[in-house]
Every structure is written in structure tokens, then in C-alpha cells.
């Protein structure tokens, strides 16, 4: 599976911060329905027993919607369930590593805060970056916040697919019009919202707007 530029519109990336009693699986369930383009299950909390079974059911969920499905960091998961791929920060493994345990049709994703660490991931066998912080957020204590300016210094330097994460809302999407990136990825712009399918709805509809302004 390899990653089309379309499917990066609007990414999810979960959380289970959000959850207010209900499951992941149902949240999930409700992107879709709203037209989310991608899903990344991020977990830094649950032990692999219960992320590996977590992440086979919300694959197959994923399946259903076509949607592409990856895992956050952990390469061994993705491999051990057969995500489409993986997305690691700078400080995971870096890309080639990756590729090498993956194989060569695997989505990875790279996060990337400088042209010159957008560079290296391309050249490592990247197939997409996330760029960000673009705004200031809560839900990454050590994400260093990215210019616009930066954000479109890496579009023109690279020729794989850029979104950018970080901070991104219905009201501040807008502001990302101009810079080269195909998409957005948010985590409570979605998962924090009462409605989750009516705010997918809305935001794939003012990402959509953006990317092509």
C-alpha cells in the first residue's frame, strides 16, 4: 500500500485522553463516518498485549472505510499486525531502519522540524513528513513550535507529501493556505469534540478548502 497525497487530507491520530467513557474503537468508528482520509493509533500508556489486539481491530475497521492505518513508534507492532505502516519522530528509529524491518511497500511517515531533517527522511525512504508544531499545543509538551515559513521551506524542498500537525483547528486551518502541504493532522480538532463525525465532516471540508486555496 502505498501513501496517495489525497489520503493525507485529514489524519487522525488518536488519543485516549478524549475518551469520556466511551472506546477507541468507537471514536475511531465515528472519523470515518466523517470522512477522515487516514488513522495513526498513537498509545504511550497501554502494554502490548492490549495495544497489538486494540490495533488489529481498529486495522480492520480501517479496511472497511479504506482507509490507511498506521501505528505511532512502534515498529515491532505494526510488523507483528500488519499495519500499512508506521510514523516515527526524530528520535525513534530513523527511517531506513525502519524500511529495512518493514519492507518496501509499508507506509512510513517521519516527523521533521527543519528543511534539513525533511531532506534526510526523504532521501531514508520517507514516504511522508509531519511537519509541526504549526500552532501551540497542549497535547505534545516537547513539540518545539515550526514556523510557516519553515512549513513551506520544507514543501519546496522535498517531493514526498507534507502535512502539518500541531495545534490545528477549524479556526486556525485556514492559516496554513499557501505553504505546499496536502493535509493536516489533529488529534483533539477531532477526538475532543462532542460530535466527533459532524467536526471530521467540518474540518475535512475547511482542510479541503485550504490545501487548494
Known amino acids: 500500500m502505498k501513501c496517495d497525497k489525497k489520503d493525507l487530507l485529514l489524519y487522525a491520530v488518536t488519543d485516549r485522553h478524549w475518551l469520556n467513557g466511551e472506546t477507541l474503537y468507537s471514536q475511531v468508528e465515528k472519523t470515518l463516518e466523517g470522512g477522515t482520509t487516514f488513522v495513526q493509533l498513537r498509545e504511550k500508556e497501554l502494554d502490548e498485549e492490549k495495544f497489538l489486539e486494540e490495533a488489529k ?5 480501517c479496511r472497511r472505510y479504506q482507509v490507511p492505518f498506521v501505528i505511532n513508534d512502534n515498529v515491532d507492532i505494526a510488523l507483528a499486525m500488519d499495519a500499512d505502516g508506521v510514523h516515527v519522530g526524530q528520535s525513534d528509529m530513523e ?4 524500511r529495512a524491518k518493514l519492507g518496501p511497500d509499508k507506509i512510513i511517515g517521519v516527523s521533521a522540524q527543519t ?3 525533511a531532506l534526510l527522511a526523504e532521501k531514508r525512504g520517507a514516504d511522508y513528513l509531519g511537519v509541526g508544531a504549526v500552532f501551540h499545543t497542549d ?3 516537547d513539540a518545539a513550535d515550526v514556523s510557516h515559513e519553515t512549513l513551506k521551506a520544507i514543501c519546496d524542498a522535498v517531493s514526498i507529501p507534507v502535512i502539518a500537525i500541531g495545534g490545528i483547528s477549524k479556526e486556525n486551518v485556514s492559516e496554513l493556505a499557501g505553504t505546499g502541504i496536502c ?3 489533529v488529534i483533539s480538532a477531532i477526538f475532543a469534540q462532542k ?3 459532524n467536526a471530521t465532516k467540518e474540518l475535512k471540508l475547511l482542510t479541503k478548502e485550504m490545501v487548494e486555496a
Open 57 to 61: 481491530e481498529i486495522k480492520e475497521l
Open 95 to 98: 527511517a531506513g531502519d525502519v
Open 115 to 117: 528543511v534539513e531533517q
Open 139 to 141: 497535547s505534545k509538551a
Open 183 to 185: 493535509g493536516i493532522a
Open 195 to 197: 460530535d466527533i463525525k
